[in-house]
C-alpha cells in the first residue's frame, strides 16, 4: 500500500508564502509523476501543478505559473509545493497526487490552505 502524507498548510494573509510537502512511502512502487490538486468551497477538484518523475518538467495551471513552484526529490520520494504571492482564491483543500503510470490513482488526505484578505 502506498501512502501519501501531506504537509504545510495553513492560514497566511494576502501576499504571503506557504510551502506544501507530499511524501509518498510503502510498498516498492514507480513513479510517473506527482502532482497537486485542489478544491474551494461550493468547486470541482482542479489541477493546480505536476512534475514528471523522469526529467522534472513541469507543469501548472494558468492562474498559478509565476507565483507557485513545484519540485521533488526523488530520493525522498517527496514533491513541494511553493506558494508565493496568495491569493484569497487560491483558498482551497490542496491534495498531493501520485501517478505510478499515465493516470492519478494514489491520493492523499488534503490539507487546508486559507488565504486572508
Known amino acids: 500500500q502506498v501512502q501519501l502524507v501531506e504537509s504545510g498548510g495553513g492560514l497566511v494573509q494576502a501576499g504571503g508564502s506557504l510551502r506544501l510537502s507530499c511524501a509518498a512511502s510503502?510498498?516498492?512502487?514507480?513513479?510517473?509523476?506527482m502532482g497537486w490538486f485542489r478544491r474551494a468551497p461550493g468547486k470541482e477538484r482542479e489541477f493546480v501543478a505536476q512534475?514528471?518523475?523522469?526529467?522534472?518538467?513541469?507543469a501548472y495551471r494558468g492562474s498559478v505559473e509565476g507565483r507557485f513552484t513545484i519540485s521533488r526529490d526523488n530520493a525522498k520520494n517527496t514533491v513541494y509545493l511553493q506558494m508565493n504571492s496568495l491569493k484569497p482564491e487560491d483558498t482551497a483543500v490542496y491534495y498531493c497526487?501520485?501517478?505510478?503510470?499515465?493516470?492519478?490513482?494514489?491520493w492523499g488526505q488534503g490539507t487546508q490552505v486559507t488565504v486572508s484578505s
Open positions: 510503502g510498498r516498492t512502487f514507480s513513479v510517473f509523476a
Open positions: 512534475i514528471f518523475w523522469r526529467d522534472g518538467s513541469p
Open positions: 497526487a501520485l501517478a505510478t503510470r499515465g493516470n492519478y490513482d494514489i
